[in-house]
Nanobody
Framework: QVQLVESGGGLVQAGGSLRLSCAVS????????MGWFRQAPGKEREFVAV????????YYADSVKGRFAISGDNAKNTVYLTMNSLKSEESGVYHCARVFRDGSNWYPLGSWGRGTQVTVSS
């Protein structure tokens, strides 16, 4: 069973940067497309970014294009999300997950971890 453990969140000022990590166990992340989602209190889960299974293609929500980057390290079996120029409205719990695409939308596949809290102060 694939397990995912997110880390790297924290408190950062608006305009700052963070790098989130998603450690994968029970499977090899490069066998799957992997993605990041976020959820703020009282709001719907929001797609953020996806890394294709071969690591060659990335997809981003329009709101984060040019500021966020998703990447993977096969040796560490870890997926990263580097976030720059953070905005206060991007605060929330960030989760990674295996993903699948239905049409133009990405959805989590299977269970995901507890997530990591990102708080961006204005």
């Amino acid at each position: 069973q694939v397990q995912l453990v997110e880390s790297g969140g924290g408190l950062v000022q608006a305009g700052g940067s963070l790098r989130l990590s998603c450690a994968v166990s029970g499977g090899t992340f490069s066998n799957y497309a992997m993605g990041w989602f976020r959820q703020a209190p009282g709001k719907e889960r929001e797609f953020v970014a996806v890394l294709s299974s071969n690591g060659r293609t990335t997809y981003y929500a329009d709101s984060v294009k040019g500021r966020f980057a998703i990447s993977g390290d096969n040796a560490k079996n870890t997926v990263y999300l580097t976030m720059n120029s953070l905005k206060s409205e991007e605060s929330g719990v960030y989760h990674c997950a295996r993903v699948f695409r239905d049409g133009s939308n990405w959805y989590p596949l299977g269970s995901w971890g507890r997530g990591t809290q990102v708080t961006v102060s204005s």
